[in-house]
Structures are given as structure tokens and as C-alpha cells.
């Protein structure tokens, strides 16, 4: 089973900003499509940003402008900087990546993000 780490999520202040990693270790092949998802306590879990293997990108339009999705290839790793952030920016974050067009199969567990007001 292929495993996703996250790991950047802490506190900040809204204003801050954070970045968030994931990688997939032990892997050696690429992904179609990376991305990164959140979900805030009573609320489902959204698409944030997603990059395919080209590095075309796509974001929710609550956080175009204020967040960059990045990959490294070689290194089966994703960014998520976020700049700019606000309270409700607060949720868990998850990765994800997708080994055949957007079929998320793959996920880590989640790191927390909390921005205060």
C-alpha cells in the first residue's frame, strides 16, 4: 500500500503563512495528479489545489492568489506554500495523489492547520 507523509501544519496568525510537504516514500513512479484537500470540523472535505505530472495546476477559488502547489518529481514530493492565510483556512489538510488521471487512491493521514484570529 502506498503511504503519503504531510508534514508543515502548525498555528499561525492570519496574515502568516505555512507550507505543507508530502511525499511518497518508497515509490519510484509518477503520479498523474498530486493535490491537497481540507476538511473543517461540520464541513466535507474540498478539493484545494491539485498539480498534474506536467505541472498544469488547478485551485478552489478560496484560495487562488494565496496559495502555490508545487511538485518534485524526482523526488515524489508535493508543496502546498499558503501565504496570506485566514481563520477560516483552519482545518485538517490532507494530500493525495492520483497513480491514473484524478482517481484519488492515495492519501495521508493529515496535519492540522489553525489560523487565529
Known amino acids: 500500500q502506498v503511504q503519503l507523509v504531510e508534514s508543515g501544519g502548525g498555528l499561525v496568525q492570519a496574515g502568516g503563512s505555512l507550507r505543507l510537504s508530502c511525499a511518497a516514500p518508497?515509490?519510484?513512479?509518477?503520479?498523474?495528479?498530486m493535490g491537497w484537500f481540507r476538511q473543517a470540523p461540520g464541513k466535507q472535505r474540498e478539493l484545494v489545489a491539485a498539480i498534474t505530472s506536467g505541472g498544469t495546476t488547478n485551485y478552489a477559488d478560496s484560495v487562488k492568489g494565496r496559495f502555490t502547489i508545487s511538485r518534485d518529481n524526482a523526488k515524489n514530493t508535493q508543496y502546498l506554500q499558503m501565504n496570506s492565510l485566514k481563520p477560516e483556512d483552519t482545518a485538517v489538510y490532507y494530500c493525495?495523489?492520483?497513480?491514473?488521471?484524478?482517481?484519488?487512491?492515495?492519501w495521508g493521514r493529515g496535519t492540522q492547520v489553525t489560523v487565529s484570529s
Open positions: 493525495g495523489a492520483a497513480l491514473v488521471g484524478l482517481r484519488w487512491d492515495y
Open positions: 518508497g515509490t519510484i513512479f509518477r503520479f498523474d495528479a
